[in-house]
C-alpha cells in the first residue's frame, strides 16, 4: 500500500525514525562510558542525545500515525502488527523520558536511568522488527506497481445513497485498477479485457489490500500472500484463501462507469 505521508513516492515514516533509533542509542551508550569513566562530558553528552531523540520520535510519529489511520488495512493481519509497534514505540518513549526527567534530580542514581534507557531500548528493538514486518510482509508504504500498472489511484466517495459515477469510461487501460473509499468500506475498481468491475478491498486471508496486488487476466493476486481471486465473481482461484471476496454490479452509461452505493451500505 503506497503510503499516504510520503514525499515523491518516498514514505516519511522510514525516513525519520532513523534519527530517533541514532540518538537513543547514542545517549545509552554514552551514560554507560559516563559512569565507567566517572565523566561529567559524557553524561551530558547523553542528556543531549536523549533530548534530541525524544524530538526526532515525535517527528517521527506523526507520519507514522496518518499511514496506521490511512494506509493500513482494516481488519488485517498488518492493523494487529502496526498496533503492537506502536504500543512498543510509545512504551519505549515514555521510558526515555522518564529518563530524561529524572536526570534533573541529582537524587537519583544513573543506574535507574540507565536501566529505564536499557528497557526502552530492547522496546525499540522489538518494535523496529515490527516495523520491518510491515514493510516486508505486508508491503505497507511500498507501492507494488507491476507493468502498465499505472500511476496509484485512489479516490473518496461522499456516502449519499443512489448510482455514484465511479471512473470515467476511459480514466483506467485494461488491467489497471482504483481505490475507492465509500461509507467507510474499501472497494477496488478495476478494468479487464471485458470491461469494468468492483471488488472489495479485502482478502479474505489475512486482510491484506487488494488494490495493491496484481490484476491480469480477470484474476486479483493479494501482495502479502499470493491469494488469487475472480474479480467478476469473487471466486478464490488459488489458495491460501478459501473465502471469496465480495463483488459489485457496475452499469455504463453515457462513457460514465456507476456503482449502487445502496449495495456496498447493505452488503456488510
Known sequence: MKSKASIKSHP????????????????????????????????????????????????????????????????SSAKKRATSHALLNISMLVLFVIALILREDRAFMPFVIIGLELAGFILMGFAGWMGGTLVYRNQIGVDPRYAHAGKWKEVYLDGKEGPLIVAEENELKINQMKLVHLHGRRLVIGRTEEGYVAFADHCT?????????????????????????????????AGPAKTAIAVYPLTASNGKIYLDSHVIHHSY
Open 12 to 75: 516519511m515514516h522510514p525516513m525519520l525514525v532513523a534519527f530517533p533509533i541514532a540518538f537513543f542509542t547514542g545517549a545509552l551508550l554514552f551514560d554507560v562510558l559516563a559512569v565507567l569513566r566517572e565523566s561529567d562530558a559524557f553524561w551530558q553528552t547523553g542528556l543531549y542525545l536523549e533530548a534530541a531523540g525524544v524530538v526526532a520520535a515525535i517527528l517521527a510519529a506523526i507520519p507514522g500515525a496518518i499511514d496506521y489511520f490511512g494506509t493500513v488495512p482494516p481488519r
Open 205 to 237: 486471508h489475512r486482510g491484506g489490500s487488494l488494490a495493491g496486488g496484481a490484476m491480469i487476466c480477470g484474476t486479483v493476486q493479494c501482495p502479502w500472500h499470493g491469494s488469487q481471486f475472480d474479480v467478476k465473481t469473487g471466486a478464490v482461484t
